[in-house]
């Protein structure tokens, strides 16, 4: 059996790209947080996702559980799986489960880093700490019947670059995941709206819109006073570099574009 790892820090990401990144590299297996998932289909192994507490969630991560672990390697048997693609927060953790489950050696290793861009890493780990998101690379339907209640996001369909459809991500909100920090929308727009009404020539700040469902875009309609005291596109410019220093230094968040709409 070839074994692949993909490991890196948590909430950066890897679950949400695991499908994706399989498809790529031609490994039909994945083994995420305790399940065993085939061509983006469940078909052994309980989610870490589903424990009550975070000790217990790493135990069934790395399969300390004996009955859990043989449950996945008879998967493995059975499925004849020739590829698989470990995923875990470390090159120390995804040794663990391949040494459990009784696999080999891992051949080849990757780093989130060298996958996703430091921004998508960042606001991954953002939407992690202010909404306690978890991503599980497999359908609603095989989510289990009594963690319903945690679903956050279902159905969320993943395609290849050739816009084959390969799987789905179901996002969760665990019981072990405890010390998110909630953000209102609102404080976003009272945050930009702040800003604005530190410029002379900006009469209103009408609308803030922030889409944090990938890169981190934040979309501002301002309105301007007539005449205008300094050049519009000077004023525009320091504007979004105001914003950006701003949500940067108080929410730890790197926005990728901020986008402003004029009217007058």
Request: hydrophobic share 40%; net charge positive.
């Given at each position: 059996?070839?074994i692949?790892?993909?490991?890196?820090?948590?909430?950066?990401?890897?679950?949400?790209?695991?499908?994706?990144?399989?498809?790529?590299?031609?490994?039909?297996?994945?083994?995420?947080?305790?399940?065993?998932?085939?061509?983006?289909?469940?078909?052994?192994?309980?989610?870490?996702?589903?424990?009550?507490?975070?000790?217990?969630?790493?135990?069934?991560?790395?399969?300390f559980?004996?009955?859990?672990?043989?449950?996945?390697?008879?998967?493995?048997?059975?499925?004849?799986?020739?590829?698989?693609?470990?995923?875990?927060t470390?090159?120390?953790?995804?040794?663990?489960?391949?040494?459990?489950?009784?696999?080999g050696?891992?051949?080849?290793?990757?780093?989130?880093?060298?996958?996703?861009?430091?921004?998508?890493?960042?606001?991954?780990?953002?939407?992690?700490?202010?909404?306690?998101?978890?991503?599980?690379?497999?359908?609603?339907?095989?989510?289990?019947?009594?963690?319903?209640?945690?679903?956050?996001?279902?159905?969320?369909?993943?395609?290849?670059?050739?816009?084959?459809?390969?799987?789905?991500?179901?996002?969760?909100?665990?019981?072990?995941?405890?010390?998110?920090?909630?953000?209102?929308?609102?404080?976003?727009?009272?945050?930009?709206?702040?800003?604005?009404?530190?410029?002379?020539?900006?009469?209103?700040?009408?609308?803030?819109?922030?889409?944090?469902?990938?890169?981190?875009i934040?979309?501002?309609?301002?309105?301007?006073?007539?005449?205008?005291?300094?050049?519009?596109?000077?004023?525009?410019?320091?504007?979004?570099?105001?914003?950006?220093?701003q949500?940067?230094?108080?929410?730890?968040?790197?926005?990728?574009?901020?986008?402003?709409r004029?009217?007058?």
């Amino acid at each position: 059996m070839e074994i692949f790892a993909l490991s890196g820090p948590s909430g950066s990401g890897k679950s949400t790209i695991a499908l994706s990144f399989a498809h790529e590299k031609k490994i039909p297996a994945i083994i995420d947080d305790g399940l065993l998932i085939i061509n983006g289909q469940k078909v052994a192994g309980t989610s870490a996702k589903f424990e009550k507490n975070a000790v217990k969630a790493v135990k069934r991560a790395i399969f300390f559980d004996e009955d859990h672990a043989k449950e996945v390697r008879l998967a493995l048997t059975h499925y004849f799986i020739k590829r698989v693609l470990i995923i875990g927060t470390s090159e120390r953790m995804v040794k663990t489960i391949a040494k459990r489950l009784q696999i080999g050696e891992i051949k080849h290793y990757y780093r989130i880093e060298n996958i996703r861009s430091s921004k998508e890493i960042k606001i991954a780990q953002f939407i992690r700490k202010t909404e306690g998101k978890h991503v599980i690379p497999i359908p609603y339907k095989q989510v289990e019947q009594n963690f319903f209640k945690k679903v956050i996001q279902q159905g969320k369909e993943i395609f290849s670059k050739k816009k084959e459809r390969i799987g789905e991500n179901t996002i969760v909100r665990p019981d072990f995941h405890r010390n998110s920090i909630h953000i209102y929308k609102r404080a976003y727009r009272d945050m930009v709206t702040c800003i604005c009404y530190n410029y002379p020539d900006i009469k209103e700040c009408k609308s803030v819109q922030i889409n944090l469902d990938g890169p981190a875009i934040l979309h501002v309609t301002i309105t301007i006073r007539y005449p205008l005291k300094e050049n519009l596109a000077a004023m525009t410019k320091k504007l979004q570099e105001d914003i950006f220093q701003q949500f940067l230094a108080n929410l730890g968040l790197e926005l990728y574009s901020i986008r402003i709409r004029v009217e007058v």
